[in-house]
Every structure is written in structure tokens, then in C-alpha cells.
């Protein structure tokens, strides 16, 4: 501790060292629900989710780089009996099927989907880092507007 402070005031800031990141946790590099900030395209992905998969656990983060209120890019980790006897895909396609449109293009920019049986989830209640956002497509940095949904 002594030597990060003598280090901090002798050198100049540029070359001070720099605080080191939180470990990760559960959910990657960020926490899932860093903030109370709950926008309409939140809520509306929550509210499907409950009225057609009726999940015994859901977490619903919004992962938006421009800021959490552009509402862009989601990961949502639904747990629920619907999945039983489905395969990865089968349980991927049901979730994203809720948030395309006629055409199958998501609403928003960006769904990452964690979708596990109740025993899945009990043995290992973990999700994947999220993955970098290359920003090609419509909305990186776009808010999404909760009139088309």
C-alpha cells in the first residue's frame, strides 16, 4: 500500500499506476444489474418473457454501449420448464422468435440468450463473458425506439 502511494506522488500521473479492474464475476466483465435504470425496452422484454415462458428465474441486462438508456443490447437469462427436452437452438430460437418481427430481424440491435432448464441452472447457474460488440448493423450506438415494438 505504501508503495502504490509513494508511486502515485512521485511519478507523474501518466505513469502512475493505474487501479486494476474488479474481479469477474458470475456474468462476465460487468455485473448484470449494475443499475435500477429500467427502460420500455427492458419492460417489454420482461413482460414476454413472463407471459409466454412462464420462467422459474429471469434476469434481463441491459448491455448497451452508448449508454443504458439507448436500450440497444440485451442478454437475457431465462430459466424455465418450456426448455425440456429442447436443444440449445431449439430453446434459442423459441426466446428470439418473442422479439422479431415478420421479417425475423430483432427489434433492437443486439440479444444475447442464456435460455437453461430449471436443472441446468442448478447445477451451474453461470453465464459466458460478454462477447465484444464488432458494431456492424443498425443501432450501435442508436437508441431503440419503443414505438416499434
Not at 46 to 74: C, I, Q, T, Y
Not at 107 to 119: G, N, S, W
Request: aromatic content about 6%.
Amino acid at each position: 500500500m505504501a508503495r502504490a502511494f509513494l508511486s502515485r506522488r512521485l511519478l507523474p500521473p501518466m505513469l502512475a499506476p493505474r487501479p486494476t479492474a474488479p474481479p469477474a464475476n458470475l456474468w462476465g466483465s460487468r455485473p448484470i444489474a449494475s443499475t435500477s435504470f429500467r427502460g420500455p425496452i427492458q419492460e417489454y422484454i420482461e413482460d414476454k418473457l413472463r407471459k409466454f415462458l412462464r420462467p422459474v428465474h429471469m434476469d434481463v441486462a441491459n448491455e448497451s454501449h452508448g449508454g443504458l438508456r439507448n436500450e440497444s443490447h440485451f442478454h437475457v437469462v431465462v430459466v424455465s420448464d418450456a426448455f425440456e427436452g429442447l436443444s440449445r437452438i431449439a430453446r434459442h430460437r423459441m426466446v428470439s422468435r418473442l422479439f422479431t418481427d415478420e421479417e425475423g430481424s430483432l427489434k433492437f440491435h443486439a440479444l444475447r440468450i442464456t435460455a437453461v432448464t430449471p436443472q441446468q441452472w442448478s447445477d451451474s447457474p453461470e453465464t459466458g463473458a460478454r462477447p465484444r460488440c464488432t458494431g456492424h448493423g443498425d443501432g450501435r450506438d442508436k437508441a431503440t425506439d419503443a414505438a416499434n415494438l
